[in-house]
């Protein structure tokens, strides 16, 4: 998945790194400071959440996206909570580079779209 996902990414933003363990991704991300950080949960979804608090805390300006197959409002919820920008179901999202242009651009994302919703109500009593 991930030499596919670099693939994709190419032809419209520079990938400096790929990385498969949670402490290496940290580690080279802060040494190469990217605008984002892509983040699967096939790194276990504990580990995943911890990479993306230590992200957001470390490297405030690296914004993070969880690209996952887990469609959970659950899942959402907790990589929000753990400053994630974008949350993307990958067997949903068509147009990967157009929920990434509008993470670097400052705006939180969610596809599917009514994904996010989903967990607002869920929170609702």
């Keep these: 998945m991930l030499a596919f996902l670099e693939i994709l990414l190419e ?3 520079e990938v400096v790194a790929s990385e498969t363990e949670g402490e290496a ?13 892509v983040l699967d ?15 957001y805390e470390t ?12 469609e959970d409002p659950i ?5 929000f909570e753990a400053g994630a920008m974008g949350y993307l179901v990958k067997q949903l999202t068509v147009d990967l ?7 670097l ?8 779209d009514d994904l996010q919703k989903r967990v607002v109500r869920s929170k609702d009593p």
Excluded: I, W
């Excluded at 991704?25 to 950080?37: E, I, N, S, Y």
């Excluded at 899942?75 to 990589?79: L, R």
């Design 75 to 79: 899942y959402v919820t907790a990589a």
């Design 59 to 70: 490297m405030p300006n690296s914004k993070v996206v969880f690209f996952s197959s887990h």
């Design 97 to 103: 580079a157009y929920y990434l242009d509008r993470v």
């Design 11 to 13: 032809s419209q933003f």
């Design 41 to 55: 949960f096939s790194l276990s979804f504990l580990e995943g959440l911890g990479v993306a608090r230590q992200l």
């Design 25 to 37: 991704l940290v580690l080279t991300a802060k040494r190469l400071g990217p605008d984002l950080v």
């Design 105 to 112: 651009e400052g705006e939180r994302v969610c596809c599917p």
